[in-house]
């Protein structure tokens, strides 16, 4: 089974996006155990770039599963999301300028989509290996949950019915930083334990 990971390079005034560390460790790690199966990739902060690059991955690799990642510079804990909405809106512009405010993703497609991540048996997990994670609702309205719904939608698109959804990672903790945080080797861990349990449920 193929795996595409995925995670995003800087963006705003932040100069180190931790997914995109997360990824490199990940590919790292696999080019080292020989593991063939991951295929990773950092995607351009910017909607048209990164909406066209997904796209083009999931057709050319056919996944048999899809982990999407990104920051989330404010959560404190490792985040499953669970919908992604139609809709792009958020005053931050992305790397090529452009700021979207309530603008559709897909014009006719679906309001939203559901995960397709078997994120109750990923937080237990996670929560078995004392990692912090939550659930969450709400993937935000910025690159991230565009990513995440045309992922969803181009799986729909191709009748690929494998699991394929998205994870915020939170942020690194800065120098002057006194907030709790994960750090990277355990955001790292992490996603190295959601990927174990989709290739376990693979070959069930
Ligand atoms: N986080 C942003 C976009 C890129 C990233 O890593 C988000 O949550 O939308």
Redesign the pocket.
Known sequence: MTILVT??GP?GRWKV?P??RVVQALAKQAHLRGEGDLVTEILP?EYVRAGKRIRQLLRRIRPGAVVC?????ARRAISLERIALNLDD?PLPDNAGQIRSGCLIVRGGAAAYWSTLPLEQLRRALVKRGIPVTVSNH??A?????VFYLARHEMELLGNHAPCGFI?VPGLRSRRGTSKTIPLNQMVEAIECCLQVLRRRSRS
């Open positions: 995670g995003f963006f996006n997914s995109e902060t990642l990104g920051v989330a510079f958020d993937a935000g910025y690159l991230c949950n565009h915020h």
